[in-house]
Structures are given as structure tokens and as C-alpha cells.
């Protein structure tokens, strides 16, 4: 793997001012049918930073999650209450564009999911669809989005070979090289690193520190460790509510509510 | 008896009765090829039957199986995928669709002879049409759409479904996922179902008898508006109505039909697989 110090990441596309939060909750409810998987959650997402949210299996992080993008619009029978401010505007909105929201908001899922296609056109799927780009423009797209994730001197010589020949940690990059073709500002990932060896993981997690320097990053994770080691920003998660939110070390080291004292003390498995 | 020799006695059996299975298939095919390949001649695929069709060749019958198959190809496929487009991705589950659905399935085992009727009073005798080309291929059309439907609505649902999340999340609409993602995965299913369809064209006959086979017609269809010989009502025609003709003439005709058949089939299923190959999950 290269040298995670040696960032490609490239210039440009800084389009969230530093002084607005990248997400604002207000009060969501969320219902899947009569079931509250969400209740009364609340919290303002930091630009460039990294958020992480913990807490046990079932505990409502990925239904979060999936709300800041509307991918739970996919499923029959659900429903929301409260706002949700993406970049300053209310994606929940009748007039609210979907497609605009998702190009800006991005996701990682859980088991790394590239397309039956080349590594090429994994990269380039959502370009060719829109037609921005072609030929080298394209090129150079596939390239710079290969460099950010630290594939692209492994796969430069490999670029026709199908993507699901590529190790698992590797497809988990890749996915996230095809999401940076789109230019998201926000990264959400529900658990990344479930699929990934120790090793795999280090090196995705180096990944998201250097990705944060541009990106903002919201990660769902059930490893605390992981959110220790990597975000900025945690709130811990129970039974459909945000127990608490705060800076990251506050949460490890001087938890206010005892609910997250006994999770982070190891007490709910 | 040992749980060996059980087995072995078994795996006989059982391959006993896929070979009788096959024999059928095997004996047809035999039997065709041994009777007709005297009668394959060039002057017999490219001239129209002479001396009351007793002589001659089956040129016209040929143009005419493929302008019908044309025809109908053209018609039900697309409207068949995009009705799988529509009841696989857009329709939900509701008395709706369930009722396109149980007609559907119901449509595929109505047989071919009430295809026939229905195309002779529909396009031929209300719309006009006439016995022609556009009425037979029409009617061959119907005929094919419930497989086609069927076929391509289980080949989109067998692409996972995460490839769509993944699109959508990637601010890709529905529509164009479904365009550049979705389709293009489920194309060697689709194919299948049009490779069925497109045998089942060419060879029935009870669907073009009334509404666009000639009995004799030497020239070439002139548009869409033409009747036209086909090869399996010119070989009804000539097995039932010709007196006294050579056994080879027949047997002829139907290796032309198993032919044309054939070719049609492997180049699809050579498609299949080459874009198999290519798109794996
Ligand atoms: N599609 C769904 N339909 C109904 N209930 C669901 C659905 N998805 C998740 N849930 C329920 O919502 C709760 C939260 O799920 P989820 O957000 O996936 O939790 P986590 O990601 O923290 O493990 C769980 O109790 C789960 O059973
Ligand atoms: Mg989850």
C-alpha cells in the first residue's frame, strides 16, 4: 500500500464554509412502520471533521445514518418526523432534490459493493451516466480518484481487470475512489471496516484521516476503538436514542450520562 | 444389496431416463436430416416451388418466416422488456399488478390456435390490415409476449438489489440505474426468453394460418401490407394438400425450418454467453 502521508487527494472543491455545520438534526423521529427506530435525535455535523456514531447492534446507527441521504426512502412503509439540514438546506423538503442530495452526500456501505465491471468503469460509472466526462478527461478522472484512495499505482497497469477480482480491502477502496467521482462533500460509511482483516482496517483508517482534510465524515461503527482512534466527534447510540454527543475524548474519558459510561466500560457487549 | 451397488443401480436408472429423454429430440432431428439433406440444394433455398409446388424450391417461404419473425421480434420486445421494466421496478405489489401478472401467466398457456383467431378478427378483419405480414407478425407478436414479459422481469429481479442502492446513493436517478445498470445485467436473462420466442415465431403455424400465410405465392412481399408463404404452413400446405409429392421435398422444408432454427438460436446463445462472461456477480 503507499504512503498515506503522501496525500493525491486534489485541490479544489471546499465548497462547505467552515463556520456552518455540515449536518444539522432537529429533533428526528424515525418509524418503520409502528416501530420508533428513532427517537428525538438532534446534533450539528462539523465540516472536516471526522463524526463517528457508536453503540450496540440495533441501536438505530445505520437508520441515522441513512436518513442524512434518504436512502431509507427505498423502503415501503417508513416514516419522518423533524428536520435534517444537509449544507444549510432541509433535505426532508417537498421540493428537495434527491439526486442533488446523494451527489453531495455520499456512502460506504458495510460489505465493500463495486459493480460487475472493470476497475475503470467502477470509477467512471457515474460520469459516463451524467456524460461529464470522456475520454481523457476521463482518464485523468479515474486517476485522480484511484490516487485519493492510494490504489492507483497498485491497479494503474490492471485498470481493465474486473473489479471483483480485487481483495476485499481493495473493493472497499474502490467503492469509495467510484463515490469521490461524483465530488460528494459528505462521506457517510456504515461500518467500512466489518469485512476487512486488522491490517485491511489500519489502512482504511489512515485513508478517512486523510480523506477528513477535505471530506466530512460521518462513520457508523460498533468497534469502539475505531471511533477512538479516528473521529473527532462521537455520540453514542441506545435504543433509538443519542445518549450523548460530544467531542471524542470527552466521550472516552468523561462520559456525563452513566448509560455511556457502562458501554464504553464494556458493559453491553 | 450394498448402499453402493444402491447407488450404482441408481446413478443407471437415472441416466437411462435422460438419455430416453434425449432420444426423442435425437430420432426427430435423425430422421430429418436423413430425408431432407437430399433435397438441400442451392436452386432449392433460392427459387419459388414450380409444377404445383411438387418442383422448385422454397425461396419465398424462407423471406416470408423471417419478415414474420421480424416483425414480431420487433414488436414484443421492446414491449415486453419495458412492461418487466415497469411491473419489476416501478409497479408495486397491489391488485394491480397481481392481476397484469395472473394474466400473463394465464396468456403463455393459451394455445396457439386462439392467438390465430384472435389476430384474424383483431388485425385482420377491425383493424384492416388484411392477411399480411403486419397482421401474422402482430399476432406472432402476442403470442410471444407473456414468455418475453416473464423472462425479463425475473432476469431484472435476479440483478441484486444493492446495485441500485449503490447507484441511487450515488446520485444516479432511477431511470438512468435501471438504463445503465440494472438492463445491462439482466440482458443474457432477457435474451433467453427471446431466443424461446423467437423459435416458437418461426415455427408455429396455427397463428399465421389465418392471418398472413399464403397458400402459393411466388413473388416477394412487396411491404408489410403482403401476404407471404411461411415455412411451417408451406410444409402444412404440402404434406396435407399436395398430392403425390417426394418425401425429400418435405423433409426439406422442415430441415430448412430446424436450420433456420438453430442459427437464430446459436448466435443468441453465443451472445449470452460472451456477455455472460463479461458481467459475473
Ligand atoms: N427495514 C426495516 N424494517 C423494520 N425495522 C427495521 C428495518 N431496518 C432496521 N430496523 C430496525 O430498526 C432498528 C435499528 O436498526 P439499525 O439502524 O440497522 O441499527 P444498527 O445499525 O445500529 O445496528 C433495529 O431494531 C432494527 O430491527
Ligand atoms: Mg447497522
Known sequence: MSDPAVSTIPPGDLPIPSDQPAVEVD??????????????????????????????????????????????????????????????????????????????VGMVFQRPNPFPLSVYENVAFAARVHKTARGAAMDELVERCLASVFLWDDLKRNLRKS???????????????????????????????????????????DLMGELAKQYTIVIVTHNMQQAARVSQDCGFMLLGELVEFDKTENIFENPQDPRTDDYIRGRYG | MTSVTK???????????????ALPVLLIV??????????????????????GMREGGIFPAIVGTCCLVVTAVVVAVPLGVFA?????????????????????????????????????????????????????????????????????????????QTFREVSLSLGVSKWKTIRHLVLPN?????????????????????????TAAAFYLPGLPQSIFSQVMALPSHLYAISTQVPNISLETRYGTALVLLALVFIVNSFAIFLRARLRAKRRW
Open chain 1, 27 to 104: 429533533q428526528l423521529n424515525f418509524f418503520y412502520g409502528d416501530f420508533q427506530a428513532l427517537k428525538d435525535i438532534s446534533l450539528s455535523v462539523e465540516p472536516r471533521r471526522i463524526t463517528a456514531l457508536i453503540g450496540p447492534s440495533g441501536c438505530g446507527k445505520s437508520t441515522l445514518l441513512r436518513s442524512l441521504n434518504r436512502m431509507n426512502d427505498l423502503i415501503p412503509g417508513v416514516r419522518v418526523e423533524g428536520t435534517v439540514k444537509v449544507l444549510g438546506s432541509d433535505i426532508y423538503a417537498p421540493e428537495a432534490d434527491l439526486v442533488a442530495l446523494r451527489t453531495k
Open chain 1, 163 to 205: 473489479a471483483l477480482d480485487l481483495s476485499l480491502e481493495q473493493q472497499q477502496r474502490l467503492c469509495i475512489a467510484r463515490l469521490l467521482a461524483v465530488v460528494p462533500d459528505l462521506l457517510l460509511m456504515d461500518e467500512p471496516c466489518s469485512t476487512l482483516d486488522p491490517a485491511a482496517t489500519q489502512g482504511l483508517e
Open chain 2, 7 to 21: 447407488q450404482k443401480i441408481a446413478f443407471t436408472i437415472l441416466g437411462g431416463i435422460t438419455v430416453l429423454v
Open chain 2, 30 to 51: 435423425g430422421v430429418i436430416v436423413k430425408h431432407g439433406l437430399g433435397a438441400i440444394s442451392w436452386e432449392f433455398l433460392s427459387t419459388a416451388p414450380s409444377d
Open chain 2, 84 to 160: 418487466a421494466i415497469f411491473l419489476n421496478e416501478y409497479a408495486g405489489d397491489n391488485w394491480l399488478t397481481r392481476l397484469v401478472r395472473l394474466a400473463i401467466i394465464n396468456l403463455a398457456g393459451v394455445p396457439s390456435v386462439v392467438y390465430g383467431l384472435f389476430g384474424l378478427g383483431l388485425f385482420v378483419v377491425v383493424l384492416k390490415f388484411g392477411a399480411s405480414i403486419l397482421a401474422g407478425g402482430l399476432t406472432l407478436a402476442l403470442m410471444n409476449l407473456p414468455v418475453i414479459v416473464t423472462a425479463s422481469k425475473e432476469a431484472l429481479d435476479a440483478v441484486p
Open chain 2, 186 to 210: 439482466a440482458i443474457p436473462g432477457i435474451l433467453t426468453g427471446i431466443i424461446l420466442e423467437v423459435s416458437r415465431a418461426a415455427g408455429e403455424t396455427a397463428p399465421i394460418l389465418f
